[in-house]
């Protein structure tokens, strides 16, 4: 099995598209937050400009659609298309599961190189009291019926307070679902999360003595799995994203952000204004990649310190690595 640090660099991109900010479910941790994001549903005339903002470098970029719910967008079938002439990298589907539309029989595997459901419990009861009645049951019989008609399939499970004493029973359930990838996500104080005051982030010792472990447990039933790395080692040297990567979060009510942390402010280095991408006046998130603190990365102390602790000297205990630094572990050949 190999274990590797992904490193963050400027030869390829990964544009992060949400197409509208509609949902069907009402996600206890939801990081859609209305007053930033706004209400709306691009058109598809919009989204075809709005990919062409990015076409120059479309080969290098790996394109996400999201939303709220992509799939409820009606058009989404036809702004794949578009982004596949326009020569993306890859594309992929990040859904709930419920596959509105009927997605499966407009679009093909050639079109989309993965569809990605989240589900956050190995168990309907631990899911759904999260993510909302049903939506278990969806994300296994769209995984099932995805696979059927050849796509490939990942899996996003977001790791909380709420769900933590179920990932170790996630390997048994991956190795039935035929995925080729599995991804674990750290709960962030995004959205609703930040708005109840409470992140349900899992403490130091009990990420690090249950994420890696269950990992490559989920690896050797032959899946790929990336975790973020959140605490760095000693030695490693932190590096904010926004520095180094190109990575574009877009909103349809134009901002872009660089960093994911910002997304609950209006901190976003872009808007796009006449469908020109325009950079923002300062302060906004770029001002604060420049910031070195002992801590690693300056938006989570912003608005997470509770991950934070001190020593009786005042210097951090440990530094928070950048939330887009990723472990990937392979399963041996
Ligand atoms: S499925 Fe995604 S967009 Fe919909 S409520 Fe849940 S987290 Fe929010
Ligand atoms: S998460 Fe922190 S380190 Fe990463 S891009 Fe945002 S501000 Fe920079």
């Given amino acids: 099995m190999q274990k590797k640090t992904v490193a963050f660099s400027k030869e390829s991109a990964n544009l992060f598209f949400h197409i509208l900010t509609q949902c069907n479910l009402s996600c206890s941790h939801c990081y859609i937050n209305p007053d930033q994001h706004g209400n709306k549903t691009l058109s598809i ?3 075809q400009r709005w990919l062409g903002l990015f076409a120059k470098k479309a080969f290098q970029t790996n394109l996400i659609f999201l939303g709220g719910e992509p799939t409820l967008h009606k058009d989404l079938p036809t702004a794949i298309k578009v982004a596949r002439r326009l020569g993306f990298h890859s594309i992929t589907i990040d859904t709930n599961g419920f596959l509105f539309h009927d997605i499966l029989e407009k679009i093909t595997p050639a079109e989309v190189d993965v569809i990605s459901f989240s589900l956050d419990g190995a168990t309907p009861a631990t899911n759904d009291a999260i993510r909302g009645k049903g939506s278990y049951d969806a994300v296994l019989s769209g995984i099932h019926r ?3 008609k050849g796509f490939a399939c990942s899996m996003i499970y977001t790791v909380s307070d709420k769900n ?14 035929d995925i080729d990838r599995f991804f674990i996500q750290v709960i962030g104080m995004r959205g609703k999360s930040a708005a109840a005051k409470k992140t349900g982030q899992v403490s130091k010792d009990l990420w690090l ?5 269950v990992a490559r447990t989920i690896a050797q039933t032959g899946v790929i799995v990336t975790y973020p790395k959140v605490f760095l080692d000693p030695e490693e040297t932190f590096v904010c994203a926004g520095l180094v990567a190109d990575n574009y979060f877009v909103f349809p009510n134009g901002r872009v952000y660089r960093c994911p942390l910002c997304e609950d402010y209006p901190l976003h280095a872009y808007t796009i204004e006449n469908d020109a991408l325009v950079p923002s006046p300062p302060v906004n998130e770029t001002h604060l990649f420049e ?7 300056v938006m989570n102390k912003i608005i997470q310190p509770g991950n934070l602790d001190y020593l009786a000297d005042g210097e951090p205990a440990h530094r928070i690595a950048c939330c887009m630094l990723k472990q990937e572990i392979y399963p041996q050949p």
């Fill in 45 to 47: 005339e919009t989204i």
């Fill in 146 to 148: 995805a696979r059927k």
């Fill in 164 to 177: 933590l004493h179920e990932l170790s029973r996630m390997p048994e359930l991956v190795a039935s679902l």
């Fill in 209 to 213: 003595s249950v994420i890696p472990e």
């Fill in 291 to 297: 910031l070195t603190i002992p801590e690693g990365c």
